[in-house]
């Protein structure tokens, strides 16, 4: 149950936060939020001043605002909007406290010394924020921040000249009233013992439900990357037919003229005419190439089908027990009943992988982003943390590092298959990812360098994960949605 508009108001007539003084800042999660206000509600002579609780929630089937008359929610360790608020807003006077219109968004209008800020509460179920404005309605900073909607720093918010476009809509018909809440005293206390005795079970509802999008997010991108997967496998699996067209390319190489594009052969290859696959067969050649050269690429793709399907099926097997540990973190999950533990189990996943789980069964939780491109491993650390968590304990001397060049950003790195060296496709692969994870992707093309693990230097006393490189090699990279796109289907999960 989130408040509508009435209710709201009842609220803010029953606080009279005008003239009050904000004392403290509290936020327990990221969509919860406490101010400590101070002061005096009635101009009553012999009254004296108060503090007060002001409880605020975005919780999307709790959108609220009220006083709270229980302890005021903290977190384990500072969280940003928190801190910015601290440095804004405490021991500054509320001038004015009102709700624009119907729209459930309230104003709090705040003054310390010669500044005066806006603080905007939308208390919308589906797009709940929290938002402070200089008076200029440019945004300080969100207590979410919303890209996609211009709610970010240096953004603008200006709900009050979007009231006179909304009065000129047609109305939904739907009429509010303030509802008949069990209990004694004000509509203030009665919401807060609602809501502690019935917030529980609403908030398991929207984390369950978070759980489920998060899960199911990771198994179609995993499905999808099993089914690219075992398309590559059906390939690998014919592969024998690339050492057949070598050896029918090299027993007629004395009548195939020069230049040739096709050969039209019979086959008669004992393998295949035991299993039926006999009669004419057309080979393509390539008509720069002698006979033995062609043979010779044939054989090439076969050994590398053949190498290859051995690494495509580990992955299938990896991917197939990715899928099995997401059922059982859907299903502990889904079985959790305390709202608190589950968001602290649903903090503690990773990309939808109970730890413990992981525990369980011996997996290693994953470091930074892989990607299964073309039978090579590809890791990404997103940050210092995970750069220098992937050059200690993941990459070994001769897997291969890149960086981009002039810009902050990721380590990219390529496992080595012993006896093979990189393909131009993969080490493109590779400089694109660390280009786009990297604060020069918005330039589309970049510099990069390379080299192997073993010629990195840390350097002593240096930030994490700083490294020196030696012998390293230039390339060049444009980026590629299409090259993207294709690499995120092989992004494992």
């Given at each position: ?5 009435k209710?709201?108001?009842?609220v803010?007539?029953e606080l ?16 919860v939020l406490?101010l ?9 002579a012999g009254?004296t ?6 409880l605020i ?7 609220r605002i ?8 903290k ?14 807003i405490?021991?500054g006077?509320?001038?004015?406290a009102?709700?624009l219109?119907d729209n459930?968004i ?8 010669e500044?005066?800020?806006f ?5 919308w179920?589906?797009a709940?924020?929290?938002i ?5 309605g440019?945004?300080l ?6 890209p996609?909607r211009g709610?970010?720093g240096?953004?603008v918010?200006?709900?009050e000249l979007?009231?006179?476009?909304e009065k ?5 018909g739907?009429v509010?009233?303030?509802r008949e809440?069990?209990?004694?005293g004000?509509?203030?206390s009665?919401?807060?013992?609602w809501?502690a005795e019935h ?16 899960i199911?997010k990771?198994?179609?991108?995993l499905?999808?990357a099993?089914l690219?997967?075992r ?8 592969g024998e037919?690339f050492?057949?067209?070598g050896d ?5 190489s004395a009548?195939?003229?020069?230049e040739?594009?096709?050969l039209e052969?019979?086959?008669c ?14 080979i393509e050649?390539d ?12 054989y ?5 089908a ?5 690494d ?5 097997s990896?991917g197939?027990r ?5 059922a ?6 889904l079985?959790e ?5 589950l968001e602290?189990l ?5 990309r939808g ?9 011996g997996?290693?939780?994953p470091?930074g982003?892989s990607?299964?491109?073309?039978g ?13 968590e ?6 070994k001397?001769n897997d291969?590092w890149?960086h981009?060049?002039?810009w902050?950003?990721s380590?990219?790195f390529?496992?080595?298959?012993a006896?093979?060296t990189v393909?131009?496709?993969?080490l493109?692969?590779?400089?694109s990812?660390?280009l786009?994870y ?8 970049g510099?990069?360098y390379y080299t192997q693990?073993k010629y ?6 240096g930030?994490?994960g ?10 060049s990279?444009?980026?590629d949605?299409?090259r993207?796109k294709?690499?995120e289907g092989?992004?494992i999960v």
């Amino acid at each position: 149950m989130s408040l509508n508009w009435k209710e709201i108001n009842l609220v803010l007539q029953e606080l009279k936060l005008e003239g009050m003084q904000i004392q403290k800042v509290y936020q327990s999660t990221y969509d919860v939020l406490a101010l400590q206000v101070y002061g005096k509600r009635l101009e009553t002579a012999g009254q004296t001043a108060e503090a007060h609780l002001i409880l605020i929630s975005l919780s999307p089937l709790a959108c609220r605002i009220h006083e709270t008359f229980r302890a005021a929610p903290k977190s384990e360790k500072p969280l940003r909007f928190a801190e910015f608020l601290k440095s804004r807003i405490v021991n500054g006077r509320i001038e004015e406290a009102v709700q624009l219109g119907d729209n459930r968004i309230v104003r709090i209008t705040l003054r310390r010394g010669e500044n005066c800020l806006f603080l905007y509460i939308r208390l919308w179920s589906n797009a709940a924020n929290v938002i402070v404005t200089g008076e200029d309605g440019i945004i300080l900073d969100a207590m979410k921040r919303l890209p996609k909607r211009g709610e970010t720093g240096g953004g603008v918010y200006r709900p009050e000249l979007q009231l006179e476009a909304e009065k000129a809509r047609p109305g939904t018909g739907k009429v509010y009233e303030v509802r008949e809440l069990p209990g004694e005293g004000s509509f203030n206390s009665r919401v807060d013992e609602w809501y502690a005795e019935h917030g529980g079970r609403l908030s398991l509802e929207e984390l369950r439900e978070e759980a489920k999008r998060n899960i199911g997010k990771n198994r179609n991108r995993l499905e999808a990357a099993l089914l690219k997967l075992r398309e590559k496998e059906a390939d690998y699996a014919g592969g024998e037919r690339f050492r057949e067209y070598g050896d029918l390319i090299l027993s007629n190489s004395a009548s195939i003229p020069a230049e040739a594009v096709w050969l039209e052969t019979e086959n008669c290859a004992a393998e295949t005419a035991a299993m039926n696959r006999g009669g004419t067969i057309r080979i393509e050649l390539d008509p720069r190439k002698s006979p033995a050269k062609n043979a010779e690429a044939y054989y090439e793709k076969y050994r590398k089908a053949k190498s290859g399907l051995g690494d495509i099926r580990k992955e299938i097997s990896s991917g197939e027990r990715e899928l099995e540990l997401l059922a059982e973190a859907e299903e502990r999950l889904l079985g959790e009943t305390n709202p608190l533990r589950l968001e602290a189990l649903l903090k503690k996943t990773h990309r939808g992988i109970l730890p413990d789980a992981a525990k369980k069964t011996g997996r290693k939780v994953p470091v930074g982003l892989s990607f299964a491109d073309g039978g090579w491993l590809i890791l990404v650390g997103r940050d210092a943390a995970e750069n220098d968590e992937l050059l200690r304990r993941h990459v070994k001397g001769n897997d291969l590092w890149l960086h981009v060049r002039d810009w902050a950003g990721s380590y990219v790195f390529i496992k080595n298959k012993a006896g093979k060296t990189v393909p131009l496709e993969i080490l493109l692969d590779a400089g694109s990812l660390a280009l786009f994870y990297s604060k020069g992707r918005n330039n589309g093309r970049g510099d990069l360098y390379y080299t192997q693990v073993k010629y990195l230097r840390r350097v002593k006393n240096g930030p994490k994960g700083l490294v020196i490189p030696a012998q390293e090699k230039n390339l060049s990279v444009i980026l590629d949605e299409g090259r993207l796109k294709r690499l995120e289907g092989t992004r494992i999960v």
